[in-house]
């Protein structure tokens, strides 16, 4: 029974994490991760903006 709910954990866990994957976004010519094109945006804002520590997110909006 054990071996049985350690399973169900395990399956549930995979599951869970395969929805997590992270999108890609097309910027500047090249294909990368959102976090990547996020941190890009955010460190070119920085260098313009020395007095700022910023923080920058991406998402997709739907109209729902």
Do not use: W
């Not at 996020?38 to 909006?61: F, G, H, K, T």
């Amino acid at each position: 029974m054990k071996k049985f709910i350690l399973a169900g954990c395990i399956s549930l866990g995979a599951a869970a994490l395969a929805g997590c994957e992270e999108g890609t976004i097309h910027y500047q010519g090249e294909q990368m991760p959102v976090s990547e094109a996020e941190e890009r945006i955010a460190d070119q804002l920085e260098v313009e903006n020395p007095d700022m520590d910023l923080e920058l997110s991406i998402y997709s909006e739907t109209d729902d």
